[in-house]
């Protein structure tokens, strides 16, 4: 069974371009997270989805960042327009309810020049 | 505000030696306590633990929780190079997963 897998797995731009990237949980899994590690920090939380809807979005840092899940399959994270702080690893995870154990992919990097 | 503390942040230990890594929390609606061991990528869930003074072991891993003390401890025995890696704790409130930094580890031949 494939496991969540993110694209792109690392990304280069500059300040004041758009970036996009995706995530696909695994299969069946209606939890959506994503999350954001910048170096040195704490992975922290940006939003929770359930199926297609947003059940928290209390950890996207502005209205640059907005975050979909159509369809409640794969979800896509877009900065626009990026800034030097949003550089960091984007995670995403899933899980089939939300009170067990989280799956993640393997991250996307995003390095804003 | 909800908090989850690991230590120490890093630690270098040689083969064979035995480390001990901590987690303490200050989260309200407290439900679980997971670890994590994420090498050059994703993350893979070593434990969840629920109740207190309930250890949970995978051969040489093995962890404990003491909710009185509001932290939990990960063990691990006779150290590999291979165990190197971020040690990620997070505390499950609700429907939310609550991060700390991660211990650093890295054991050396």
């Known amino acids: 069974e494939a496991g969540v897998t993110q694209f792109p797995s690392h990304s280069v731009i500059e300040k004041g371009q758009t970036v996009t990237l995706r995530c696909d949980p695994i299969?069946?899994?209606?939890?959506l997270y994503w999350y954001r590690r910048v170096m040195g920090k704490e992975i922290k939380f940006l939003l929770h989805?359930?199926?297609?809807?947003?059940?928290?979005e209390s950890g996207m840092p502005n209205n640059r960042f907005l975050a979909e899940r159509t369809g409640g399959t794969y979800s896509t994270l877009k900065v626009q327009p990026a800034e030097l702080e949003d550089s960091g690893v984007y995670f995403c995870?899933?899980?089939?309810?939300?009170?067990?154990?989280?799956?993640f992919g393997e991250g996307s990097r995003l390095t804003v020049l | 505000e909800d908090k989850v503390v690991q230590s120490p942040l890093s630690l270098v230990v040689h083969e064979g030696d035995t480390v001990t890594l901590n987690c303490s929390y200050e989260?309200?609606?407290?439900?679980?306590l997971l670890w994590y061991k994420q090498e050059k990528k994703a993350p893979t869930f070593l434990f969840m633990l629920?109740?207190?003074?309930i250890e949970k072991k995978s051969g040489r891993l093995s962890s404990i929780l003491d909710k009185k003390e509001l932290s939990s401890i990960l063990n691990i025995t006779a150290t590999q190079t291979g165990d190197s890696a971020i040690y990620l704790c997070?505390?499950?409130?609700?429907?939310?997963?609550?991060f700390g930094t991660g211990t650093r580890l890295k054991v050396l031949a």
């Open positions: 997070a505390v499950i409130k609700t429907y939310k997963y609550i």
């Open positions: 989805f359930v199926k297609e809807s947003k059940q928290d």
């Open positions: 629920t109740s207190s003074g």
């Open positions: 989260v309200t609606n407290f439900r679980s």
């Open positions: 995870a899933s899980s089939q309810d939300n009170t067990g154990e989280l799956f």
């Open positions: 299969s069946g899994h209606d939890n």
